[in-house]
């Protein structure tokens, strides 16, 4: 059973700040995945969506690379703001299986002024 | 244009009872996903549609959770017999035809079992 672990759980840091969030997957093979954005008391907007053929995509300030070999993923977010401060979740759909995601419980972000 | 909505926000229920959440998808999205999130945790599958038909439900915690599309664009989520474990955000999601694509979440439903 495909399981996410997020890591750092919880993350506080000064705004302007460069910073990196960790996923790790059990079963290292991916078909794609996703990062989200969760604000309190809503849903989930997408970030970034690395598919099966790539290694990492950039949007903005934001960066997400892909290791297959090892099933890791890392999205950096470059000159942090206070508005960056969300909860972050990783998804991964497991290579032929499937087309759920599995969710990590997340990284809460705090970027404080 | 129109994301995906979720209707209702909020929802309270007593022990016993049945509730219907629907979720209206993204025009044209052929994918359709019911996840459930309970507080501080991550999203948790349940059911999968690819047009008309549930192609993975495996993700349906028992027989007292059902959903459906019967015309491959708005689906309804079904419990019966409420639980107060059932408590939690179930949120629905679309894509343009399957998991490679990226999935679009509506806002959810707050369902809360007295």
């Known amino acids: 059973k495909q399981e996410v672990t997020q890591i750092p759980a919880a993350l506080s840091v000064p705004e302007g700040e460069n910073l990196v969030l960790n996923c790790s997957f059990t079963d290292s093979a991916i078909y794609n995945l996703q990062w989200f954005r969760q604000d309190p008391g809503k849903g989930l907007t997408s970030l970034l969506l690395?598919?099966?053929?790539?290694r990492e995509q950039t949007s903005g300030r934001l960066n997400a690379s892909l290791d297959k070999s090892s099933g890791r993923s890392t999205l950096y977010i470059a000159a942090s703001q206070p508005g960056d401060s969300a909860t972050y979740l990783c998804a991964g759909a497991a290579q032929g299986g499937s087309e759920k995601l599995v969710f990590g419980k997340g990284t809460k972000l705090t970027v404080n002024p | 244009g129109a994301g995906v909505s979720q209707t209702p926000s909020n929802k309270v229920t007593e022990k016993e009872k049945y509730v219907e959440l629907r979720c209206d998808p993204i025009?044209?999205?052929?994918?359709l996903y019911w996840y459930r999130q309970s507080l501080g945790q991550g999203p948790e599958f349940l059911i999968y549609f690819q047009g008309t038909g549930a192609a993975d439900d495996s993700g349906l915690p028992n027989d007292r959770f059902f959903a459906v599309r019967p015309e491959g664009s708005v689906s309804t989520l079904k419990i019966q017999r409420t639980e107060r474990g059932d408590s939690a955000v179930y949120l629905c999601?679309?894509?343009?035809?399957?998991?490679?694509?990226?999935?679009?979440f509506g806002p959810g439903t707050r369902l809360t079992v007295l």
């Open positions: 999601a679309s894509s343009l035809i399957h998991s490679t694509d990226t999935q679009y």
């Open positions: 690395i598919q099966s053929s790539q």
């Open positions: 025009s044209g999205h052929t994918a």
